[in-house]
């Protein structure tokens, strides 16, 4: 079974920074695609990045050129760098893994809050 767990979030002002990072343990199928996910209070849940196992990158338009992700397969973690953060950059950020054997698997994780705040 595999599990996911998330670090690093928190209160920064804005304009600061702040790294994610999501741990994935258990049975990994190694073809596998890692992404960050964020929820605002009253919103929906919404794609912020995603890394394939092979690098290839996509992100929202709002985040572009502010956040990067990035993943070291060896380690099976994925990290999201976010800088120049904005107050509407306020939510909680959930991690998620997913692969396809057949059908499509995900995972998610228990979600990080992070507030953006003077």
């Known amino acids: 079974q595999v599990q996911l767990a998330e670090s690093g979030g928190g209160l920064v002002q804005p304009g600061g920074s702040l790294r994610l990072s999501c741990a994935a343990s258990?049975?990994?199928?190694?073809?596998?695609?890692m992404g960050w996910y964020r929820q605002a209070p009253g919103k929906e849940r919404e794609s912020v990045a995603v890394?394939?196992?092979?690098?290839?990158?996509n992100y929202a338009d709002s985040v572009k050129g502010r956040f990067t992700i990035s993943r070291d397969n060896a380690q099976n973690t994925v990290h999201l760098q976010m800088n120049s953060l904005k107050p509407e950059d306020t939510a909680v950020y959930y991690c998620?893994?997913?692969?396809?054997?057949?059908?499509?698997?995900?995972?998610w994780g228990q979600g990080t809050l992070v507030t953006v705040s003077s």
């Open positions: 258990g049975s990994i199928f190694s073809r596998n695609t």
């Open positions: 998620k893994i997913s692969w396809r054997v057949l059908r499509t698997f995900e995972v």
């Open positions: 890394i394939t196992g092979a690098g290839s990158t």
